[in-house]
C-alpha cells in the first residue's frame, strides 16, 4: 500500500461516533487521524454543533484539516480557524418557517446567523419538555425569549425544535410536506439521547451536501471518500460517501445500510480508517494483477 494517498477524504460526525459517552477523544482514534494525515488524506469532522460549541467542547485538539459545524451551514479550515463557507435563511424565510413551527405547536429556537448562532430566541408552548429546558439552562447567557410581534427575528442560521414525544416521526414527514423549500433534517438530541430535534436549515444545507462542496473545492473524487457516522443527521452523508462505516451504538434500525465497526467507546474511527486503508491497499494488489494480466 502506497504511504502516500493524495486524493482522499475522511469525513466523521463527532458526537456519538468520534466522542466517547463521556465526551472523550479516544487514543486509538487520534493515532489513526494522525496516520491519515502523515499519508496526505484530507481529514473533516461534519458536526452538528455550532463553531461556539465545538471550539467549547475541542478546541484546537483534533489533528483535523477542516470541520464542518452546524450540519453543513458553515465550514472552517484547521488549525488556524478561518471560515470559508457559511449558509443562513432570510428574514421572510425564517418567519415563514416559525408560523409553521407555531402552527405544529412546537417548542424551538432561532438561531442567529454564523459565527454567532450559539445566540438564538425560543418559543416555548408551556408543556413540559425536558430536554428543551436542559438546551436553554446550557445556553442561559446566549438566549431569550421570542417576543410575540416577532420583532426580535432577523436572518437565521436555522430552526431546531425539540420533540420529545412519540410521534416525532410523524411530525417530522409533516413538517417536510409544509417546508418544502427548506432543508429539514432529524437527528437524536445529544442531551438525554432519546428526543428528537428537528433542524431547518436554508435549502443546499446538510453535510453530504457540505461534503460535496468541499471535494468539489479540493478536487476530490467521492468514490474516494469515506465517511463515518452514528445517528440519522448522518444518513444523507454516509449515503453520498464512496465508503460508509456505522459505529456500533447507532440506532438498531439504521444498522443493516451499512457497515458497522465498533461504538465510538472502543475506538470505531480507528477501526474504520484501518478496513478503509486495508481496501485501498487490496484495490492496488487487484489494479497491479489486472495491469500484469493484460501484458
Known amino acids: 500500500m ?41 481529514r473533516v469532522i461534519a458536526t452538528g454543533r455550532s463553531l461556539y460549541s465545538f471550539n467549547a467542547a475541542i478546541g484546537n485538539r483534533l489533528p483535523v484539516d477542516y470541520v464542518i459545524f452546524s450540519t453543513g451551514a458553515g465550514v472552517i479550515t484547521c488549525p488556524d480557524g478561518r471560515l470559508i463557507r457559511k449558509i443562513h ?7 415563514s418557517a416559525v408560523q409553521i413551527f407555531m402552527e405544529f405547536d412546537l417548542d424551538f429556537m432561532v438561531h442567529q446567523p454564523i459565527p454567532d448562532n450559539h445566540r438564538f430566541v425560543y418559543y416555548w408552548t ?8 436542559r438546551r436553554l439552562a446550557r445556553y442561559d447567557e446566549f438566549c431569550m425569549p421570542l417576543d410575540h410581534a416577532s420583532s426580535n ?16 416521526a410523524s411530525v417530522l414527514t409533516a413538517l417536510r410536506s409544509k417546508l418544502t423549500g427548506y432543508s429539514v433534517i432529524r437527528s437524536t438530541s445529544p442531551l438525554d ?16 451536501q457540505c461534503a460535496a462542496w468541499l471535494a468539489d473545492r479540493l478536487n476530490i473524487d467521492k468514490e474516494l471518500v469515506m465517511a463515518v457516522g452514528n445517528d440519522y443527521n448522518d444518513l444523507d452523508l454516509l449515503e ?18 451499512f457497515t458497522s465497526v465498533a461504538s465510538h467507546d472502543h475506538g470505531g474511527v480507528a477501526e474504520a480508517i484501518h478496513l478503509w486503508l486495508a481496501d485501498f491497499s487490496r484495490s492496488e494488489i487487484r489494479a497491479s494483477i489486472e495491469t500484469d494480466s493484460c501484458q
Open 153 to 168: 427575528i432577523g436572518s437565521a442560521s436555522q430552526l431546531l425544535a425539540v420533540v420529545n414525544h412519540d410521534n416525532s
Open 89 to 95: 435563511l432570510d428574514a421572510g424565510a425564517v418567519l
Open 2 to 42: 502506497k504511504d502516500f494517498l493524495p486524493g482522499a477524504m475522511l469525513i466523521t460526525d463527532l458526537d456519538g461516533t468520534l466522542l466517547d459517552s463521556d465526551g472523550n477523544l479516544i487514543k486509538q482514534d487520534l493515532d489513526a487521524l494522525f496516520s491519515l494525515g502523515q499519508k496526505g488524506i484530507v
Open 193 to 208: 439521547g432519546k428526543s428528537t430535534w428537528i433542524e431547518v436549515f436554508a435549502p443546499g444545507v446538510s453535510k453530504s
Open 240 to 257: 453520498w460517501a464512496g465508503t460508509a462505516f456505522l459505529v456500533d451504538n447507532a440506532p438498531d434500525i439504521l444498522k443493516n445500510r
Open 126 to 133: 408551556g408543556r413540559d419538555n425536558p430536554d428543551f429546558h
